[in-house]
């Protein structure tokens, strides 16, 4: 390299630098993104395994020792409590153990107008840290042991579901108005997921019974008020199977919750015994084996469901393991 192109090359460099320098934000994002982003060997990079952007989360986890994102925008329109919010959510997990993961979901920032009032506010939602583990993983066949399933994988592509169970608890409680879900304090579900044999399709299923608390007026009293605990049980089912090409897939889910804190629809009409039934559709396409973009909708179709949902968002497995494998080779 001539002296001349050496000096300019310096030069382009001190600018680089002053610029970034004046600009920390930059500096971290641009940091962030090229960590996130940077091409990583396929050979050595595990795929990730989504539970965006349904509600319905896989029995089965993430490779061991890599650390996974889960994030995306989320808005509802007519809940119960909301006429409208859009949000932030965001979840990071890690398998410490071929059956062990933990994870912590937050909403750290949503806008949303309530029911009672046209002025928007801007608030943060809950925190929940737990963990989840698996119960049971069907034994591999020689016919589907080698097979791909599609975005979330199953264990083996077998009719027989992996089984795991999954515990959270609320670290943190956010002041976020809820949609039509609610605000869990401690949550149980039992997780199924599996492959359907003939149709293609891969399958999950949750049974779940959560804790809500919220605040009721004291019967004949019109300022005093007390914390009331109810119990809430849902089930969910969803299906997923490629459309058209192995890197683009379609999902499908119905879900149902009770709502024992849900006392009026979103239009102010009495309700005696809440529940809410929702439908999803949603699109997800693989564009690396530990990156997959999703977006869709949801439709509510009781009094106390929330209307209209879309979501957009995308999952994302760390190419770098935490900590180094385990090697069993004998010496």
């Known amino acids: 390299m001539r002296p001349q192109e050496r000096a300019r090359g310096f030069r382009k460099q001190r600018k680089v630098r002053k ?6 934000q930059r500096t971290f994002i641009a940091l962030y993104l090229a960590f996130c982003f940077a091409p990583a060997i396929p050979a050595q990079t595990p795929a990730a395994n989504p539970a965006r952007p349904t509600v319905t989360n896989p029995a089965t986890l993430p490779p061991v020792g890599y650390l996974q994102f ?3 925008y989320l808005g509802s329109i007519a809940s119960p409590e909301t006429r409208s919010q859009y949000g932030i959510n965001q979840t990071a997990k890690l398998t410490v153990a071929p059956r062990l993961m933990i ?13 009672d009032s046209p002025q928007s506010t801007r608030d943060a939602g809950d925190v929940l840290f ?4 698996v119960l049971y993983n069907p034994p591999p066949e020689p016919d589907t042991s080698s097979r791909p399933d599609v975005h979330r994988h199953a264990h083996i592509r077998s009719a027989v579901p992996t089984v795991a169970f999954a515990y959270l608890n609320r670290v943190h409680s956010g002041t976020a108005p809820d949609i039509d879900l609610g605000s869990q304090s401690r949550t ?5 997921s599996g492959h359907a044999p003939g149709i293609d399709v891969h399958y999950d299923t949750n049974l ?35 459309l058209f090409d192995p890197n683009l897939q379609f999902s499908l889910e119905v879900y149902h919750l009770s709502q024992p804190l849900v006392h009026s629809s979103a239009d102010g009409q009495s309700v005696a ?20 973009f999703d977006g869709g909708f949801a439709h509510g179709f009781t009094s106390t469901s929330t209307r209209w949902q879309s979501f957009a968002g995308f999952t994302y497995l760390l ?13």
């Open 19 to 24: 610029k970034y320098a004046a600009h920390p």
């Open 70 to 72: 889960e994030q995306g």
């Open 103 to 115: 994870e912590i979901q937050s909403q750290p920032f949503a806008v949303g107008t309530s029911n």
């Open 130 to 133: 737990g963990a989840q583990a």
């Open 188 to 192: 149980a579900v039992f997780l199924f």
């Open 208 to 242: 779940i019974a959560s804790e809500q608390d919220g605040e009721l007026p004291v019967p004949g009293s019109t300022t005093a008020i007390h914390t009331v605990r109810r119990a809430q049980f849902g089930e969910t089912f969803s299906i997923d199977r490629a």
């Open 273 to 292: 015994r809440a529940n809410l039934v929702d439908g999803l559709f949603a699109l997800s396409y693989q564009l690396r084996p530990n990156l997959v």
């Open 319 to 331: 190419p770098h393991r935490l900590w180094p494998a385990k090697n069993h080779a004998k010496s």
